[in-house]
């Protein structure tokens, strides 16, 4: 072997062994070689002994010895990759599949993908024990009803906070009440309509929110930022007859042809301030609360449908995580996340347990400063955002000590790094919360002490790591994620076919199991376990990303580049900036002469602009005479160039807040 490698002249590399890195011999020379391991001289004695240590030459290497009544494998395997534990979980998934290839019941139409390689007791180890978070005494009240409730117990307690406005949980289920009886009675709104909801964060948007959930309908988030084009696309694809919003945003909006409600008016102040008493659905999980577009792969969003389900097995798993951090039962909640993602529904769980919400307005959520400003003017004791916001938060924080969710995206190395050593010296928690908005606002969670983990499935839901072929993968090898359980959206509106693929029947379904969940929604993320049962996220197994926690379909943006005129072929990428940031990276080719390149990308994100929400906009593009191709004709990825540093800065824009100030000063 080392002639080889010497004469091949191969790069090398203190990573891995060179040519390759396993290798399988065997012996099948049926007792011709001599097995005795003793033999004598004159005078002397022999017998062979192993050496206390071997040289491993690979990272594994594999000896079998074949007999007429046996089979031996030797395992010889890098101390520095391999754990003798899993050493010995690989040799018992060979013997395994070994055993069903040899068994009676084998046929030729069996492929070896059709086989398991785990024992019984492993399977049941990764069905169940993994999953037992089974939590049979929730509420049967929706989150709306929960509120309500709460809003007799305690009727001048304080339930909303937004700037100098304030609401007690009397006057928020008052208003939202006579809003709820308008709806059914003016326009007829019937259980399972959809209303559109138009708003900035405000006091508003919580109101019409528990108003169109108390009038039986489920609502449609239409975030007022949305470009004109993806507003038009919701409302084409929703139907929606009717829309709340607010008289600033009426006059500006486009949506016409449609009912719209102004919550801040005066329409609906004679109405019955009394709990409206809807027939609806027995069970909740056919019940629809909301609908919030995501980014699709076809060039436009799709709309998720969730229920009332979701909110209440996600109301009793928010609960214990508060009281994990030993949050106080009357200390405020800061909603900061806009309600066209699923993470503000936290805010209205709050509500639900009886909390006090404090509504961060636009304005404030952008700004570092001022968010740090309302956590200490109401002494906020955890607070919930994406992982790059909170490295901005904890940066401004000084003497007021908090505990961090981070959700919505995975955590970079440096910034985990930061927020950790942020919790240690203030002695507070660090959780990670996970979960698609197809299965609810969080499918898993864990507390993180050193390393990013996604944790351990949340009440009710079953988290499956399979492969390919649809089978249980083992600890510790990389399979995609499939989440079932209460969480599980009804699917894609109006798209059934998608639904189809992306919500299958579960392979393991068990009818005399209460936890076992009939659905599993495909989530195209790449986990593995760990050899604690949490679970690792890898990375994505499609063309998705998530910037800035925003979840982007690079396709999308693709499809959108390549309808422009001046433009052949696009490809998105997103690229790892350091410091824990990412930007969208557009590749495009076109068939004309681009003199002014700045004019040129000044030119397409304008156009783009019209269809596609500013989080989506690529912050660089690099124009190409002719995309690179692999030798089967696929786009070589790799031989993309890098875009210039320039290239990024884009326009120069003064300090807006004291903030960036402070910024471009550590900077320049």
Known sequence: ??????????????????????????????????????????????????????VAKFDLSI????????LNMQWNYDKALFTKEHIEQIAEHLNTLLAAL????????????DFSMLSPTETKHLLFELNNRAHTNQSKNCIHQAFAEQAIKNPKAIALVCAQQELTYGQLNSQANKLAHYLIQSHRVKPND????????????????????????????LDPDYPQARLDYILEDTGLQTVLTQKALRHNSNITHRAMIEIDGSDYVQYASTNPKIDMPVNADERLAYIIYTSGTTGKPKGVCQTHGTLISFS????????????????PWLWGSSYAFDASLKGLVCLALGKPVVVASPQEYRQPEKLVNLIIKHKIQVFNAMPQLLSLVVDELETHQIHLISSGDSISAYILEKLLNYCRSSNKKLINAYGPTETGINSAFALINDIEVIGKPTFNTTLLVLNDHGQLLPKGVVGELYIGGDGLALGYLNAPELTKKQFIAN?????????????????????????????????????????????????????QLSALEQIQTAIVLAKDLGAGDKSLIAYVQSDKIIPDQDKFTAEVKAQLLSSLPAYMMPSSFVVL??????????????????????????QYIAPQTVF??????LWS
């Open 316 to 331: 009793a798993e928010f609960a214990e995580q508060l009281q994990l951090l030993a949050i106080e039962q009357h200390s």
């Open 1 to 54: 072997f080392e002639q080889l490698v010497e004469r091949l002249n191969v790069p090398r590399s203190t990573a891995h062994t060179p040519l390759f890195q396993v290798m399988l011999t065997t012996n099948t020379d049926y007792g011709i070689e001599n097995q005795s391991q003793q033999f004598s001289l004159p005078d002397v004695s022999l017998t062979a002994e192993s050496a206390n240590s071997v």
């Open 102 to 113: 040899g068994s009676d019941d084998v046929t030729e139409k069996l492929k070896i993908s």
């Open 63 to 70: 000896n079998i010895q074949l007999s007429e009544q046996e």
């Open 507 to 559: 392979p393991y379904y068990q009818p005399t199991d209460s936890g076992s969940s009939k659905r599993l929604y495909k989530s195209g993320d790449l986990v593995r376990y760990l050899q604690d049962g949490n679970l690792e996220f890898i990375g994505r197994v499609d063309n998705q990303v998530k910037i800035r926690g925003f979840r982007i379909e690079l396709g999308e943006i693709e499809s």
């Open 625 to 650: 005479s002719k995309i690179p191709l692999t030798p089967n004709g696929k786009i070589d990825k790799k031989a993309l160039p890098e875009p210039e540093i320039v290239s990024l800065q884009g």
């Open 660 to 665: 960036e100030a402070e910024l471009q000063t």
């Open 194 to 221: 959809l209303i559109g909801l138009c708003v900035d964060r405000s006091l508003d948007m919580v109101i019409g929110i528990l108003a169109i959930l108390k009038a039986g309908a489920a609502y449609v988030a």
